[in-house]
C-alpha cells in the first residue's frame, strides 16, 4: 500500500498508531482493504490541503459514526471555508512582501545607479 499512495511504510505505521488507519493483522502482515484505502486517499487529500491530522480524525470518525455522512460533510464545509480563510490570508500576505521585496529592489538599484 506504501507503494501504491508513495507513502513511506513509516506513516502508514504513524496513521495506524493515531488511530487513522486499522488494518487487519494477520501474524507481522497487515492487510489493507477498501476501507482502508479509501482513509488513506481521504488522508493524504487532507494533508495536501494543509489539514491537521486531528482534524482529518474527527472528520474521518465522524463518517463511521453518529452524525454520519451528512454531519460529516457539513463538518467539512465548515473546515473547508476555514482552510480557505487562512490560505487567502497567505496569500496576501506573500503578495505584500513580494511587493516590498520589489520596492526594495528598485530602491538599491537606484542607489546603486547613483554611486556607480
Known sequence: MADDYDVTHRALRHYEHLGLLSPERDGQRRLY????RTRLALILRGRRLGFPLEEIATILGMY???P???GQLRYLLSQIDDRR?????????????LRE?????R??????????
Open 68 to 70: 454520519g455522512e451528512a
Open 85 to 97: 480563510g487562512d490560505l487567502e490570508r497567505r496569500r496576501r500576505d506573500i503578495e505584500d512582501s
Open 101 to 105: 521585496l520589489d520596492e526594495l529592489e
Open 64 to 66: 463511521d459514526d453518529q
Open 107 to 116: 530602491r538599491c538599484e537606484e542607489d546603486l545607479a547613483e554611486l556607480v
Open 33 to 36: 482493504h477498501r476501507r482502508e
